[in-house]
């Protein structure tokens, strides 16, 4: 099973600052890794596919690159509805994991 | 606006089993994977199950293999998850969500409609 990481833990920030979040594999996954954004009580909801594709209706803010094993999620300019947690999850390899979460909260 | 209602949640005692429900009339249900994921509480989220959209292909998460039953009824948009020999550690919030199709490939494993949930707690 593949084990992703997620760094930082939290990221505190302001409204306005770029936010770059971090998800590595323990192997090579190709370019299969999606972000997801899940606040307090809610779905998590996905931002990004194979790596680099923003989903429907997802803000041009959010971008996602890498490929293989090191993966970056970046916030150009947070806004303050962008305070969540943020999953990285792989299809890459059977069976389909998750990061643990990077918490971007308010500075 | 495509939404996923899940149902069937609540307490159970260990050993015990619920089935949990999920429906969504608003896209034709038949022509996606779904799957089940659950987020137990503060901690992050697991993969569970997957349903092809014939119902022909079934796979499960080791944690839950023999335990678990996933199926659905496609004429009444409805998936379901049937859990048996609950334990302490299933306690969680569990989503249905759908695995989107990107052009004719529908076996993708990501997920891009999710439920709001529902919460199994399962203690004596």
């Known amino acids: 099973e593949i084990v992703l990481t997620q760094s930082p833990a939290t990221l505190s920030l302001s409204p306005g600052e770029r936010a770059t979040l971090s998800c590595r594999a323990s192997q090579s996954v190709n370019n299969y890794l999606a972000w997801y954004q899940q606040k307090p009580g809610q779905a998590p909801r996905l931002l990004i596919y194979d790596a680099s594709n923003r989903a429907t209706g997802i803000p041009a803010r959010f971008s996602g690159g890498g490929s293989g094993t090191d993966f970056t999620l970046t916030i150009s300019g947070l806004d303050p509805e962008d305070f969540a947690v943020y999953y990285c999850q792989q299809r890459g390899n059977w069976p389909p994991t998750f990061g643990p979460g990077t918490k971007v909260d308010i500075k | 606006q495509v939404q996923l209602v899940e149902s069937g949640g609540g307490l159970v005692k260990p050993g015990g089993s619920l089935r949990l429900s999920c429906t969504d009339s608003?896209?034709?249900?038949?022509?996606?994977?779904m799957s089940w994921i659950r987020q137990a509480p503060g901690k992050g989220l697991e993969w569970v199950s997957y349903i092809s959209g014939n119902g022909r292909t079934i796979d499960y998460a080791d944690s839950v293999k023999g335990r678990f039953t996933i199926s659905r009824d496609n004429a009444k948009n409805s998936l379901y998850l049937q859990m048996n020999s609950l334990r302490a550690e299933d306690t969680a919030v569990y989503y249905c969500?759908?695995?989107?199709?990107?052009?004719?490939?529908?076996?993708?494993?990501?997920?891009?409609?999710w439920g709001r949930g529902t919460l199994v707690t399962v203690s004596s």
């Open positions: 608003r896209f034709t249900f038949s022509d996606y994977y």
């Open positions: 969500a759908r695995n989107p199709c990107i052009g004719d490939e529908c076996y993708n494993f990501f997920f891009d409609l």
